[in-house]
């Protein structure tokens, strides 16, 4: 199913980012890695074996956005999948979370999503077939104290995925929502990583994650969440948040211990 096909994946030089390279490199995909980092980048191309392509821009401004749209429009072959993996974290209280800070988390993880897919819509469109899979969250799902701008951002990335899924039905290019747990990255610091100890919260490598990715390319199912008990307490939120609520503030005293 994958050799022969071409894959656009942002956030390529990050930990799952290039666990996802890896894995699709492997499977015969071409990829158009798309970072902030040349230098990052080409040591990962170098490392698949330099026959992929490397685009330098950052997506969450106008001119990375406008780069990235040009390389594609020129690229000679279809794209087959876009996979959005580009995103940035923060681990804080509101209260104690700068207006940038905000802003950046929103325009990274959201509406630099939604500008990607609008612009390279027309494109997938004329293909006989396309796939977009936006990465999510766990906390896309269940609202966790110190991430509430985290969790604001990738729930507007799952009802924009789910929204443009419907609206594209009928259409060659399918939308998903793809949502691992906690994961062994830079995105999660080391604060972060003993908080989830104490927690007894499981962190995944971004290996597995990939490994999932990969299994889920393969489906044809809307979204997909990773691990237990984050599956099971994904349904019980959106049908009973109370138990959650309880579960999470029993978890507090630690949590903002970590916040600290």
């Given amino acids: 199913m994958f050799k022969g096909k071409t894959a656009l994946l942002t956030g390529a030089s990050g930990g ?6 890896n894995a699709l490199s492997e499977a015969g995909v071409t990829l158009i890695l798309v970072g902030r980092n040349s230098q990052r980048l080409q040591i990962l191309n170098d490392g698949l074996g330099s026959q992929h392509h490397s685009v330098t821009a950052d997506i969450s401004t106008i001119s990375g956005r406008e780069t990235l749209f040009e390389f594609c429009t020129q690229y000679e072959n279809d794209i ?10 923060e681990f804080a209280t509101l209260e104690n979370t700068t207006s940038d800070d905000i802003y950046a ?9 939604i500008l990607l897919c609008q612009g390279l819509l027309p494109l997938l469109l004329k ?3 396309a796939k977009i899979i936006n990465i999510g969250s766990t906390f896309g799902s269940i609202g966790f104290p110190g991430f509430s701008v985290y969790c604001a951002s990738k729930f507007g990335l799952r009802g924009f995925s789910e929204a443009l899924g419907r609206e594209l039905m009928d259409s060659s290019v399918s939308v998903s929502y ?23 919260t499981d962190m995944d490598e971004p290996a597995l994650v990939a490994d999932k990715l990969m299994l889920f390319l393969q489906s044809n199912k809307r979204h997909s969440y990773l691990g237990w008990p984050e599956t099971l307490f994904v349904r019980i939120n959106g049908l009973f948040p109370g138990i959650v609520d309880k579960s999470i503030f029993r978890q507090l005293p630690i949590i903002k211990r970590y916040l600290k």
């Fill in 127 to 129: 293909q006989k077939q």
């Fill in 80 to 89: 087959d999948f876009v996979i959005n993996n580009a995103g940035i974290s």
């Fill in 105 to 113: 988390l929103i325009n990274t993880n959201l509406t630099s999503q």
């Fill in 16 to 21: 799952i980012g290039s666990a996802i390279a």
């Fill in 178 to 200: 793809f949502a691992p747990r906690a994961t062994k990255t830079a995105i999660n610091n080391d604060n972060i990583v003993k908080m989830n100890k104490e927690l007894g």
